[in-house]
Nanobody
Framework: QVQLVESGGGLVQAGGSLRLSCAAS????????MGWYRQAPGKQRELVAR???????NYADSVKGRFTISRDSAKNTVYLRMNSLKPEDTAVYYC???????????????WGQGTQVTVSS
């Protein structure tokens, strides 16, 4: 059984910072991409940032220069450092991992349960 467990959300004032963490656990053979998505009320889920197994990353235009994604492959963990937060960053943030479970031959998308980030003005 594979699980993604997120932590680090919360309430912060505009201009503040937060760091999200997501650890993948269970019977995992290999992890490819890991990333963060977010969904604000009444809006579709959108990609925030993604990082490959080789360390290449890409960001949504709205967070470039403010957010930094990183990963510790030895710990199967991905991080999202969020600086200069704005009220429009308020959303539920979801961790995503494309991985091959042990005993399988296919990549499968796994999702965390989501963590709330609220930025007050």
């Amino acid at each position: 059984q594979v699980q993604l467990v997120e932590s680090g959300g919360g309430l912060v004032q505009a201009g503040g910072s937060l760091r999200l963490s997501c650890a993948a656990s269970g019977s995992i053979f290999v992890i490819n991409n890991m990333g963060w998505y977010r969904q604000a009320p009444g809006k579709q889920r959108e990609l925030v940032a993604r990082i490959t197994s080789g360390g290449s990353s890409n960001y949504a235009d709205s967070v470039k220069g403010r957010f930094t994604i990183s990963r510790d492959s030895a710990k199967n963990t991905v991080y999202l450092r969020m600086n200069s937060l704005k009220p429009e960053d308020t959303a539920v943030y979801y961790c995503n991992a494309q991985l091959v479970p042990s005993g399988s031959s296919w990549y499968v998308d796994y999702w965390g349960q989501g963590t709330q980030v609220t930025v007050s003005s």
